[in-house]
């Protein structure tokens, strides 16, 4: 199936340790980005990578690092992880021009204990 | 900068009657308008975009969205809701021209009364 692909789903981890998410399109897509949906459901972009360039780094702290190895694969990583690191996380890509629909990943739920 | 105003976090109405969910922006710019739907544990997915041309634009499973230029508004509707309706809705603009950023809405709960 074509769609964005994230693992994994949920998260459940301890104060203080690192995590990755993985996030992978098979839509042909150059744009990707992260975003945090906190438990309102307010949903704020983190980054955006155009062909593995860095796009939109917004103000997140520097313990969310993302890496783009191709430009099919946005992978997240967090540092030192905190208590209000607790929220879903969503990856989502899009065709390169501006106006065009972003494809939304199915989430993953990340639980800081 | 641009910014997004949903009036209603949450709309209570019965099965098979009409809604209205209600989107206003602000932006210095000429902008894209976009309408999203997040069921239950998913992701979002698109219901329905303004680009340009015709104000009036009609998305997937009935829903449709009016593009108001005066009053920087761009409302959703549907005219009979059904139970599968009920979801998280986002209002989202893009400036035209810019980095491809999306600024989201806060949401509207759209909940359906049997």
Same mark, same amino acid.
């Given at each position: 199936d074509t769609a964005v692909s994230q693992t994994p789903k949920y998260l459940v981890t301890q104060m203080g340790n690192d995590k990755s998410i993985k996030c992978e399109q098979n839509?042909?897509?150059?744009t990707m980005y992260w975003y945090k949906q906190d438990s309102k459901k307010f949903l704020k972009i983190m980054f955006s990578y155009n062909n593995k360039e860095l796009i939109i780094n917004e103000?997140?702290?520097?313990?969310f690092s993302p890496k783009s190895p191709d430009k099919a694969h946005l992978n997240l990583h967090i540092n030192s992880?905190?208590?209000?690191?607790?929220a879903v996380y969503f990856c989502a890509s899009s065709p390169r021009l501006a106006g065009n629909e972003q494809f939304f990943g199915p989430g993953t739920r990340l639980t800081v204990l | 900068a641009q910014s997004v105003t949903q009036l209603d976090s949450q709309v209570p109405v019965f099965e098979e009657a009409p809604v209205e969910l209600r989107c206003n922006y602000s932006s210095s710019v000429s902008v894209y308008l976009f309408w999203y739907v997040q069921y239950p544990n998913q992701g979002l997915q698109l219901l329905l975009k303004y680009l /340009?041309? /015709?104000?009036l634009v009609k998305g997937i499973n009935g829903f449709e969205a009016e593009f108001n230029k005066s009053q920087t508004s761009f409302h959703l509707r549907k005219p009979s809701v059904h139970i599968s309706d009920t979801a998280e809705y986002f209002c989202a603009v893009s400036d035209l021209g810019r980095d491809d950023k999306i600024i989201f809405g806060k949401g509207t709960r759209l909940h359906i009364l049997p």
């Open positions: 839509l042909g897509h150059d103000t997140v702290p520097n313990r992880l905190e208590l209000g690191d607790s | /340009s041309g /015709s104000t």
